[in-house]
C-alpha cells in the first residue's frame, strides 16, 4: 500500500504541476484514504481556497442521481420503465410515443439533441430565464433523429425529460425527491440542486480562462441543467454514496441488477460500464463551463476515486484513468505536454476566419491564435502541435482540434466551412 501511495503522489504530483488545478481529489480504498489534497481557489474574490470540505458542481456526474430516483420510483410501482415515458408525463410534456423510460435511461430515445453549435442554447437561450414549457417546445418537442432503440446518443434531453417525469409521478420537485429519498436518507447533508438562485454555502465559483487571464465563468442558469445535471456536493458527501452503491441500500437487489446493467456503448443506467484492468468500473465524468468532474468505483476492490474540479485546467478522463492503472499496479507514463511546434504569422493567420457566426470564430492577437466563443467574449488560446493540429494553452487536451483544408481548399473548423 505504501508503495501505491508514493506512485499516486508523485504522478498527481507531476501533472498538476503542468495544469493550474482547482479542485479536490480522493482515492479511497476499504475505507482508508490513499490520496486526498485541495488545490486553488474556491473564490479568487474574496481569497477562500478549496478544501475537503468544498462543494463543487457534478455536471453530468449527476446523471446517476436522476437515474437512481427513477429506479426508487420503480420500485414502489409508481412507474413502469418499460412502458411509454408519456403515460408519466403531463399533458404539455408529451414526446415521441414509443420512446421508453428505458431508452431515456440509456440515451437510445432518439430525441433531438440541442447541445450543438447551431442552436442557440449555449450563451444564449440558457442565459434567459427559465420557463419549462418553452424550453421543452424549443429544444426537445422535435421529430425524433432515430427511431427509440437503435441507437445510443449522449443526450442531455433524456435526463431532463426524466427529472420531469420523477416530479410528475412523486408530486415533489426534482430537488425535493432527491433530498427526501436520497440525500436525507444516506446523511448527505452538503448535497443539493442548484437552481441558480439560492445561496450555497461552500460552493466554488467556476472559473475559465479568457486570453491569458482567469475570469468568472460565463453565466448560465442551472435550471435549464435539471435531471442532466446542477446537482451540488463535496468528498465527503460523495463517499457516502458510493458506500450506498457498494452495499447495496436503498433499492433492491433487484433494482440495482438492472441500474447496473450495461446496455448500448458500455452505458447503464447515469454511470458507464467498463473492465478495467481485470475488474469491474463504473464511472461517469462531467463537463459545464468551469466545471470538470469525474467519479469512478472499483466495487469488488472497495476503491472510490474522486475528482472535483472548478476550472478546465486538467483533463479528468486522463487523470481518473492513471489513477485506476496505478492503484491496479500497471505502469503509467509520466504526463507531458504536447509539444508546440511554431509557426509563421503569415501561416497562424490562413486560420483565422468564421465557421459558425459568433460560435466558432477563430482569431490572431499578438503573435497567438484564439479559438473564440460566445460572441467574441471568451477567448481560448490555441497553440499549434503539427500541421492543422491546435491544443488549447492552459487545458489538458488529449486529441488535438484539427483544422483543416477541404477539397475546395477552404478551410474547416469542427466541421464548419470558413465564410470569412
Known amino acids: 500500500m505504501k508503495e501505491v501511495r508514493g506512485r499516486l503522489e508523485a504522478y498527481i504530483t507531476k501533472y498538476l504541476e503542468m495544469w493550474d488545478f482547482y479542485g479536490v481529489i480522493q482515492v479511497k480504498q476499504r475505507g482508508e484514504v490513499l490520496f486526498e489534497n485541495a488545490y486553488g481557489y474556491a473564490s479568487i474574490e474574496f481569497g477562500v481556497k478549496n478544501d475537503s470540505n468544498t462543494r463543487f458542481s457534478l455536471a453530468s456526474v449527476s446523471k446517476q442521481f436522476t437515474a437512481f430516483a427513477i429506479m426508487l420510483l420503480s420500485e414502489k410501482q409508481k412507474l413502469d420503465i418499460d412502458k411509454t415515458a408519456n403515460l408519466y408525463l403531463p399533458a404539455n410534456l408529451k414526446i415521441n410515443k414509443p420512446i421508453t423510460i428505458h431508452h431515456l435511461l440509456t440515451h437510445t430515445s432518439g430525441l433531438y439533441n440541442f447541445t450543438n453549435f447551431e442552436d442557440d442554447f449555449f450563451a444564449g437561450y440558457n442565459r434567459m430565464d427559465y420557463s419549462r414549457d418553452d424550453f421543452f417546445q424549443r429544444f426537445i418537442n422535435k421529430q425524433p433523429v432515430k427511431p427509440p432503440g437503435t441507437v445510443f446518443d449522449y443526450n442531455n434531453s433524456n435526463y431532463n425529460v426524466l427529472a420531469w417525469i420523477i416530479e410528475h409521478v412523486s408530486g ?13 436518507p444516506l446523511d448527505m447533508k452538503n448535497s443539493d440542486v442548484d437552481d441558480g438562485c439560492k445561496t450555497i454555502k461552500n460552493r466554488a465559483c467556476n472559473y475559465v480562462n479568457d486570453f491569458d487571464e482567469i475570469i468568472t465563468s460565463p453565466y448560465y442558469n ?3 441543467s ?14 457516502k454514496w458510493y458506500t450506498c452503491l457498494r452495499d447495496r441500500k436503498l433499492l433492491s437487489e433487484e433494482g440495482y441488477t438492472r441500474f447496473f446493467k450495461e446496455n448500448q456503448n458500455k452505458y447503464c443506467y447515469g454511470l458507464e460500464y467498463n473492465r478495467v484492468n481485470g475488474t469491474d468500473s463504473y464511472n461517469h465524468g462531467g463537463d459545464h463551463l468551469g466545471v470538470c468532474t469525474y467519479m469512478e468505483d472499483f466495487f469488488d476492490e472497495d476503491i472510490c476515486v474522486i475528482i ?11 487523470l481518473g484513468n492513471a489513477i485506476a492503472d496505478i492503484l491496479h499496479h500497471v505502469d503509467v507514463e509520466m504526463p507531458a505536454k504536447h509539444e508546440e511546434l511554431p509557426q509563421s504569422e503569415r501561416k497562424l493567420q490562413t486560420y483565422c476566419g468564421k465557421y ?3 460560435k466558432i470564430e477563430v482569431e490572431y492577437h499578438h503573435g497567438k491564435l484564439y479559438f473564440t466563443r460566445f460572441s467574441g467574449n471568451l477567448h481560448i488560446e490555441l497553440y499549434p502541435v503539427g500541421e492543422g493540429e491546435f491544443v488549447r494553452r492552459y487545458s489538458d487536451q488529449m486529441s488535438p482540434y484539427s483544422i483543416v483544408e ?3 481548399g477552404n478551410m474547416m473548423f469542427f466541421g464548419y466551412e470558413k465564410t470569412c
Do not use: M, P, W
Open 222 to 224: 442551472e435550471k435549464f
Open 226 to 239: 435539471i435531471g442532466a445535471g446542477a446537482v451540488i456536493s463535496n468528498l465527503e458527501d460523495l463517499y
Open 356 to 358: 459558425l457566426k459568433n
Open 406 to 408: 477541404n477539397e475546395d
Open 308 to 318: 472535483l474540479s472548478n476550472n478546465e485546467a486538467i483533463n479528468q478522463y486522463r
Open 172 to 184: 415533489e420537485t426534482y430537488a425535493d425527491f432527491l433530498r427526501n429519498h436520497i440525500f436525507l
